[in-house]
């Protein structure tokens, strides 16, 4: 088993710029999340999906569009990337939204906006 | 809403002692899960030890164990024997059910190991 991919592992863009980063699970998992990372602090949610077909905002979606189109992937948007966008964005997977439902993360993609 | 805490910065141990990473957090839940994480320098997150609210003892992993002080709502991450490979960034976090049962992390312990 993989466990969570990402693609790509690290990118530069110029303000404008559009991309999409792409999340993969190999676990069959129901639940995808994709968090940002920036210095300093800890992970913050943007976007979620509870299963095939859905989305939901998380805590900073402003700027980031979602879809999830088949189970195992998860796909994070940016339109027209911003400075403020640079980060490091982690994509996780869960069996459940419980309590005691480990969440499983990919390795990370950096991102630099120019 | 739920809060996590870690307000040690940074801490520095000698390799081979032991380290206590402090976590608090704030919940008005009945039933929560807590967890830790290692992030070294390489960027990737490391799931090291959970902590349900329900369970009768401590946690325990190998070399890391977790004081879980309920009427404290303190939750810290003890590494003992504390190796070179330790040093790295720690991260305490508990699932909120809203929002998808997103994990709610603390600003991170950078631990620094010193030969």
């Known amino acids: 088993n993989a466990g969570v991919t990402q693609t790509p592992k690290f990118r530069v863009l110029k303000t404008g710029q559009s991309m999409t980063l792409l999340c993969a699970q190999d676990?069959?998992?129901?639940?995808m999340y994709w968090y940002r990372q920036d210095p300093g602090m800890g992970l913050r949610l943007i976007h979620y999906?509870?299963?095939?077909?859905?989305?939901a905002k998380g805590e900073v979606p402003d700027g980031y569009n979602v879809s999830r189109l088949k189970k195992q992937n998860f796909l994070l948007g940016l339109e027209s990337a911003a400075p403020s966008q640079t980060s490091v964005y982690f994509c996780?997977?869960?069996?459940?939204?419980?309590?005691?439902?480990?969440?499983?993360f990919g390795p990370g993609t950096r991102l630099t906006v120019l | 809403a739920q809060k996590i805490t870690q307000t040690q910065p940074g801490m520095f141990v000698q390799e081979k002692e032991a380290v206590t990473l402090d976590c608090t957090y704030d919940?008005?839940?009945?039933?929560?899960?807590l967890f830790w994480y290692k992030q070294p320098s390489s960027g990737e997150m490391i799931f090291l030890i959970y902590?349900?609210?329900?369970?009768?003892q401590n946690a325990t992993e190998g070399r890391y164990s977790l004081n879980f002080q309920k009427a404290r709502k303190s939750a810290n991450l003890v590494i003992s024997a504390s190796q070179l490979g330790d040093s790295a960034m720690y991260f305490c976090?508990?699932?909120?059910?809203?929002?998808?049962?997103?994990?709610?992390f603390g600003q991170g312990t950078e631990l620094s190991v010193k030969p």
């Open positions: 676990m069959n998992h129901e639940y």
């Open positions: 902590q349900g609210s329900y369970d009768e």
């Open positions: 919940t008005s839940d009945q039933s929560y899960g």
């Open positions: 996780a997977s869960s069996q459940g939204r419980g309590w005691n439902n480990e969440q499983f």
């Open positions: 976090a508990m699932r909120d059910y809203n929002q998808g049962g997103k994990l709610i």
């Open positions: 999906s509870v299963g095939e077909g859905t989305t």
